[in-house]
């Protein structure tokens, strides 16, 4: 799941693209299919995420934590779709149409900052890495590497299962500094730190042989004769040159932590409920799949609709800031 990296993008940029330059990636942005796609799907869904609440309360969409009386049929079975349940309702008579879209916020939030947790993370040690070599790359490399072995679903598994509501001081026990206590618990903060922390390591080795190509090109080695700080060089010349490929790892590692938290959830150790998740949604709708199949279809459409919209966000970033994709 979250090895799955694109391919960097060829030849960097130079530090400061000329007008002309600009000028042509934006035009390749605006007029890639790929991205106008993905950027479209992307944008419908945030647009019904963030208006949601405002839909239930002029009564378009139902509560989603709502059980309604006349949810369930005579048998205590979801109903059908209907005029009033578009998608039908669930095991408990909620309603599956509101329940996924207000499962896109949850996903859509816990997505966006665990990839920019993952991406600040990686980054970081891509760049410290190739930038200062040796020792030091060699450490951060292997540690990498470490956490490349396991499988992100067992990473994150295994830290989800700290969160049981544990008080962790961080301060000597004769202390009464109760601002220090950090509790452990489920929740959309805890998720999204969780996912984050293990979907960093794909993104060190593509950041970090960028930086390994890029440091010795003689724009750098001329600002580090020019007396240039390490800082410097890092900030103004290396990471410019590689932000275009951060931009596509991230789109693309954006898709690896929906479906992620989409498997915490299905094995119920996302965010607890009555949140409404996609993950969460498929596990409670199995035992019903035969009878009400909506119920477990309809979530899992838009985690298949939203992973590919940002995969082929990603895919398009990545011909549209390619050099070798311009004529």
Not at 32 to 40: F, I, T
Not at 203 to 221: P, T
Not at 296 to 319: S, Y
Request: with cysteine; proline share 7%.
């Amino acid at each position: 799941m979250a090895e799955t990296i694109a391919a960097p993008v060829s030849n960097p940029v130079s530090e400061r693209s000329p007008p002309a330059g600009r000028k042509q990636v934006d035009s390749a942005l605006l007029n890639n299919r790929l991205v106008q796609v993905g950027a479209g799907i992307i944008l419908i869904l945030t647009l019904l995420a963030i208006a949601a609440p405002t839909l239930t309360r002029i009564g378009v969409l139902h509560e989603p934590i709502h059980q309604d009386t006349n949810g369930l049929d005579a048998d205590g079975m979801p109903r059908p779709p209907s005029a009033h349940y578009l998608l039908g309702t669930d095991n408990l008579g909620r309603d599956v149409l509101s329940r996924v879209v207000y499962g896109a916020r949850v996903s859509l939030t816990i997505g966006t900052a665990a990839m920019l947790t993952a991406t600040l993370i990686g980054v970081t040690v891509g760049l410290v890495a190739g930038f200062y070599g040796g020792k030091l790359d060699l450490g951060l490399m292997r540690f990498t590497d470490m956490n490349l072995s396991l499988p992100a679903i067992l990473l994150a598994i295994a830290f989800a299962g700290l969160m049981d509501g544990k008080v962790v001081h961080l301060h000597p026990a004769w202390l009464h500094w109760s601002f220090l206590d950090i509790r452990l618990q489920r929740g959309m903060v805890s998720v999204f730190l969780i996912i984050g922390f293990v979907c960093w390591p794909g993104m060190v080795r593509v950041i970090r042989g960028q930086v390994l190509s890029i440091r010795e090109r003689d724009f750098v080695q001329a600002a580090r004769a020019l007396g240039a700080s390490d800082a410097r060089l890092i900030s103004r010349h290396i990471l410019p040159n590689v932000l275009p490929t951060v931009i596509v790892l991230a789109a693309m590692n954006t898709a690896n932590t929906i479906m992620l938290e989409a498997g915490l959830g299905y094995l119920g150790i996302g965010v607890p409920p009555p949140a409404p998740t996609w993950g969460g949604m498929i596990a409670d709708g199995q035992p019903y799949f035969i009878a009400a199949p909506l119920i477990v279809i309809a979530p899992g459409l838009a985690i298949v609709i939203t992973v590919l919209a940002f995969n082929l966000l990603g895919q398009g970033l990545q011909e549209a800031l390619d050099p070798k994709h311009h004529p």
